[in-house]
T-cell receptor
Framework: KAGVTQTPRYLIKTRGQQVTLSCSPISGHRSVSWYQQTPGQGLQFLFEYFSETQRNKGNFPGRFSGRQFSNSRSEMNVSTLELGDSALYLC??????????FGQGTRLTVV | GESVGLHLPTLSVQEGDNSIINCAYSNSASDYFIWYKQESGKGPQFIIDIRSNMDKRQGQRVTVLLNKTVKHLSLQIAATQPGDSAVYFCAENTGSNYQLIWGAGTKLIIKP
Protein backbone atom coordinates (compact mmCIF):
# COMPACT_ATOMS: atom_id res chain seq x y z
CA LYS A 1 0.00 0.00 0.00
CA ALA A 2 1.07 3.58 -0.56
CA GLY A 3 3.23 5.23 2.08
CA VAL A 4 2.90 8.64 3.63
CA THR A 5 2.91 11.33 0.96
CA GLN A 6 3.99 14.88 1.61
CA THR A 7 3.66 17.76 -0.83
CA PRO A 8 5.44 19.74 -1.96
CA ARG A 9 8.91 18.20 -1.55
CA TYR A 10 10.70 21.53 -1.76
CA LEU A 11 9.55 25.06 -1.14
CA ILE A 12 11.19 28.48 -1.10
CA LYS A 13 9.38 31.33 0.59
CA THR A 14 10.17 34.90 1.60
CA ARG A 15 10.15 36.19 5.15
CA GLY A 16 6.70 37.32 6.18
CA GLN A 17 4.87 35.00 3.82
CA GLN A 18 2.78 32.07 4.90
CA VAL A 19 2.98 28.46 3.76
CA THR A 20 0.75 25.40 3.78
CA LEU A 21 2.17 21.88 3.71
CA SER A 22 0.14 18.78 3.00
CA CYS A 23 0.33 15.21 4.24
CA SER A 24 -1.62 12.17 3.09
CA PRO A 25 -1.31 9.34 5.62
CA ILE A 26 -1.26 5.62 4.97
CA SER A 27 -4.75 4.32 4.35
CA GLY A 28 -6.39 3.36 7.63
CA HIS A 29 -4.09 5.47 9.77
CA ARG A 30 -6.04 8.06 11.71
CA SER A 31 -3.18 9.64 13.63
CA VAL A 32 -1.00 12.21 11.89
CA SER A 33 1.93 13.94 13.57
CA TRP A 34 4.09 16.78 12.33
CA TYR A 35 7.75 17.36 13.17
CA GLN A 36 10.33 20.00 12.41
CA GLN A 37 13.90 18.91 11.78
CA THR A 38 16.71 21.44 11.43
CA PRO A 39 20.23 20.51 10.23
CA GLY A 40 22.05 18.40 12.80
CA GLN A 41 19.07 18.44 15.12
CA GLY A 42 16.64 15.85 16.22
CA LEU A 43 12.96 15.81 15.58
CA GLN A 44 10.96 18.53 17.26
CA PHE A 45 7.33 17.64 17.73
CA LEU A 46 4.84 20.18 16.40
CA PHE A 47 1.42 18.60 16.86
CA GLU A 48 -0.60 15.46 16.44
CA TYR A 49 -4.08 15.03 15.04
CA PHE A 50 -6.44 12.15 15.48
CA SER A 51 -9.92 12.03 13.95
CA GLU A 52 -9.79 15.72 13.01
CA THR A 53 -8.88 16.80 16.55
CA GLN A 54 -5.56 18.13 17.74
CA ARG A 55 -4.62 15.71 20.47
CA ASN A 56 -1.10 16.87 21.33
CA LYS A 57 0.85 20.03 20.74
CA GLY A 58 4.54 20.78 21.01
CA ASN A 59 6.24 23.92 22.15
CA PHE A 60 5.99 26.05 19.02
CA PRO A 61 4.55 29.55 18.61
CA GLY A 62 1.02 30.14 17.43
CA ARG A 63 2.30 30.88 13.92
CA PHE A 64 2.38 27.12 13.49
CA SER A 65 -1.03 25.57 13.08
CA GLY A 66 -2.57 22.53 11.53
CA ARG A 67 -5.73 20.69 10.78
CA GLN A 68 -6.94 17.26 9.77
CA PHE A 69 -9.72 16.41 7.40
CA SER A 70 -12.30 13.66 7.58
CA ASN A 71 -10.22 11.49 5.25
CA SER A 72 -7.28 11.83 7.71
CA ARG A 73 -5.27 14.01 5.34
CA SER A 74 -3.58 16.80 7.23
CA GLU A 75 -2.20 20.24 6.52
CA MET A 76 0.09 22.43 8.52
CA ASN A 77 0.37 26.16 8.11
CA VAL A 78 3.10 28.54 9.12
CA SER A 79 2.28 32.23 9.01
CA THR A 80 4.62 35.22 9.01
CA LEU A 81 7.61 33.08 8.08
CA GLU A 82 10.96 33.73 9.72
CA LEU A 83 14.41 32.70 8.54
CA GLY A 84 14.60 30.26 11.45
CA ASP A 85 11.61 28.37 10.10
CA SER A 86 13.82 26.92 7.37
CA ALA A 87 13.78 23.20 8.05
CA LEU A 88 12.65 19.79 6.94
CA TYR A 89 9.03 19.29 7.96
CA LEU A 90 8.12 15.67 8.44
CA CYS A 91 4.72 14.09 8.69
CA UNK A 92 4.13 10.69 10.23
CA UNK A 93 1.02 8.55 10.35
CA UNK A 94 0.20 5.65 12.60
CA UNK A 95 -2.49 3.43 13.89
CA UNK A 96 -3.20 4.18 17.50
CA UNK A 97 -0.42 2.93 19.75
CA UNK A 98 1.87 1.59 17.03
CA UNK A 99 4.97 2.78 15.23
CA UNK A 100 4.85 5.86 13.07
CA UNK A 101 5.59 5.83 9.36
CA PHE A 102 7.18 8.93 7.96
CA GLY A 103 6.91 10.71 4.65
CA GLN A 104 9.91 12.05 2.76
CA GLY A 105 9.34 15.50 4.20
CA THR A 106 8.98 18.99 2.80
CA ARG A 107 12.18 21.02 2.68
CA LEU A 108 11.22 24.63 3.42
CA THR A 109 13.71 27.40 2.80
CA VAL A 110 12.87 30.90 3.96
CA VAL A 111 14.87 33.68 2.34
CA GLY B 1 10.96 17.41 31.98
CA GLU B 2 10.77 14.16 30.11
CA SER B 3 13.65 13.59 27.75
CA VAL B 4 15.36 11.00 25.69
CA GLY B 5 19.04 11.48 25.01
CA LEU B 6 21.83 9.75 23.18
CA HIS B 7 25.30 9.27 24.62
CA LEU B 8 27.29 9.66 21.37
CA PRO B 9 26.43 12.06 18.58
CA THR B 10 28.75 10.28 16.10
CA LEU B 11 29.85 6.66 15.98
CA SER B 12 32.46 5.32 13.54
CA VAL B 13 32.54 1.59 12.97
CA GLN B 14 34.61 -0.65 10.73
CA GLU B 15 32.60 -2.39 8.04
CA GLY B 16 31.77 -5.89 9.23
CA ASP B 17 32.01 -5.05 12.90
CA ASN B 18 29.03 -4.79 15.23
CA SER B 19 27.60 -1.38 16.10
CA ILE B 20 26.04 -0.42 19.39
CA ILE B 21 24.05 2.78 19.64
CA ASN B 22 22.90 3.85 23.08
CA CYS B 23 19.99 5.88 24.35
CA ALA B 24 18.99 7.05 27.81
CA TYR B 25 15.48 7.99 28.80
CA SER B 26 14.26 9.74 31.89
CA ASN B 27 10.57 8.86 32.14
CA SER B 28 10.15 5.64 34.06
CA ALA B 29 6.52 5.54 32.92
CA SER B 30 7.54 5.06 29.28
CA ASP B 31 6.33 1.72 28.07
CA TYR B 32 7.10 1.70 24.36
CA PHE B 33 10.38 2.41 22.62
CA ILE B 34 11.27 2.63 18.97
CA TRP B 35 14.43 2.93 16.92
CA TYR B 36 14.40 4.79 13.63
CA LYS B 37 16.99 5.15 10.91
CA GLN B 38 17.20 8.28 8.82
CA GLU B 39 19.27 8.30 5.67
CA SER B 40 20.31 11.52 4.04
CA GLY B 41 17.41 13.22 2.29
CA LYS B 42 14.81 10.80 3.57
CA GLY B 43 12.31 10.63 6.38
CA PRO B 44 12.99 8.39 9.39
CA GLN B 45 12.34 4.72 8.81
CA PHE B 46 11.15 2.33 11.50
CA ILE B 47 13.74 -0.30 12.47
CA ILE B 48 12.52 -2.09 15.56
CA ASP B 49 10.44 -1.50 18.65
CA ILE B 50 10.17 -2.94 22.12
CA ARG B 51 7.61 -2.74 24.88
CA SER B 52 8.50 -2.37 28.52
CA ASN B 53 7.45 -5.92 29.38
CA MET B 54 10.43 -7.17 27.37
CA ASP B 55 14.16 -6.63 27.78
CA LYS B 56 15.34 -7.87 24.40
CA ARG B 57 13.96 -8.09 20.93
CA GLN B 58 15.67 -9.25 17.77
CA GLY B 59 15.11 -8.40 14.17
CA GLN B 60 17.09 -8.97 11.04
CA ARG B 61 20.69 -8.06 12.00
CA VAL B 62 19.37 -5.75 14.73
CA THR B 63 18.74 -6.28 18.41
CA VAL B 64 17.21 -3.84 20.85
CA LEU B 65 17.99 -4.15 24.54
CA LEU B 66 15.98 -2.43 27.23
CA ASN B 67 17.27 -1.98 30.77
CA LYS B 68 14.48 -0.46 32.79
CA THR B 69 16.55 -0.39 35.97
CA VAL B 70 18.91 2.22 34.56
CA LYS B 71 16.49 3.54 31.92
CA HIS B 72 18.74 2.64 29.05
CA LEU B 73 18.00 1.46 25.54
CA SER B 74 20.47 0.21 22.97
CA LEU B 75 20.44 -0.81 19.34
CA GLN B 76 22.90 -3.41 18.19
CA ILE B 77 23.59 -3.84 14.49
CA ALA B 78 25.42 -7.00 13.54
CA ALA B 79 28.00 -7.08 10.72
CA THR B 80 27.62 -3.40 9.90
CA GLN B 81 27.36 -2.63 6.20
CA PRO B 82 27.84 0.60 4.22
CA GLY B 83 24.08 0.83 3.84
CA ASP B 84 23.78 1.18 7.61
CA SER B 85 25.27 4.66 7.41
CA ALA B 86 22.56 6.96 8.72
CA VAL B 87 21.38 8.88 11.75
CA TYR B 88 19.68 6.68 14.30
CA PHE B 89 17.00 8.02 16.61
CA CYS B 90 15.41 6.46 19.63
CA ALA B 91 11.94 7.49 20.70
CA GLU B 92 9.74 6.71 23.66
CA ASN B 93 6.06 6.82 24.41
CA THR B 94 4.60 6.95 27.86
CA GLY B 95 1.26 5.54 26.83
CA SER B 96 -0.61 8.44 28.42
CA ASN B 97 -0.74 10.10 25.04
CA TYR B 98 0.46 9.15 21.62
CA GLN B 99 3.26 11.65 21.32
CA LEU B 100 6.67 10.17 20.72
CA ILE B 101 9.54 11.83 22.57
CA TRP B 102 12.69 11.78 20.47
CA GLY B 103 16.37 11.67 21.21
CA ALA B 104 18.79 13.94 19.38
CA GLY B 105 20.14 11.20 17.11
CA THR B 106 23.44 9.39 16.58
CA LYS B 107 25.23 9.50 13.27
CA LEU B 108 26.68 6.12 12.33
CA ILE B 109 29.68 6.24 10.00
CA ILE B 110 30.97 3.06 8.37
CA LYS B 111 34.70 2.89 7.68
CA PRO B 112 35.73 0.68 4.74
Amino acid sequence: KAGVTQTPRYLIKTRGQQVTLSCSPISGHRSVSWYQQTPGQGLQFLFEYFSETQRNKGNFPGRFSGRQFSNSRSEMNVSTLELGDSALYLCASSRQGSEAFFGQGTRLTVV
Amino acid sequence: GESVGLHLPTLSVQEGDNSIINCAYSNSASDYFIWYKQESGKGPQFIIDIRSNMDKRQGQRVTVLLNKTVKHLSLQIAATQPGDSAVYFCAENTGSNYQLIWGAGTKLIIKP
